[in-house]
């Protein structure tokens, strides 16, 4: 059974950074993308980077391109979110998940983790 566990959230400045950890578990994940997602206070939750676990191709939302860099360390068995220039809008829980490509779709979910960005 795959487990996911964040860590590495808090609260930083506008224009900090912060790095996000995924510790995986429970499987070997060749076959799976790796996701990050948020959710701030009344909005739906949101798509914000992804990698495949093999290729390490990487994805992003428009709103986090050139600030925000996926990575994954295989030997851990972590992903990661690099989060540089935050702004306040970037104020959400996130969450990581796992999809395994030969279901196609995110069905296991970390906890998550509270990211706020104090103007």
């Known amino acids: 059974q795959v487990q996911l566990v964040e860590s590495g959230g808090g609260l930083v400045q506008a224009g900090g950074s912060l790095r996000l950890s995924c510790a995986a578990s429970g499987s070997t994940f060749s076959n799976y993308v790796m996701g990050w997602f948020r959710q701030a206070p009344r909005k739906e939750r949101e798509f914000v980077a992804a990698?495949?676990?093999?290729?390490?191709?990487?994805y992003y939302a428009d709103s986090v391109k050139g600030r925000f860099t996926i990575a994954r360390d295989s030997a851990k068995n972590t992903v990661y979110l690099q989060m540089n220039s935050l702004k306040p809008e970037d104020t959400a829980v996130y969450s990581c998940?796992?999809?395994?490509?030969?279901?196609?779709?995110?069905?296991?979910w970390g906890q998550g983790i509270q990211v706020t960005v104090s103007s």
């Open positions: 998940a796992a999809q395994d490509q030969r279901v196609g779709k995110y069905d296991t």
């Open positions: 990698i495949t676990w093999s290729g390490g191709d990487t």
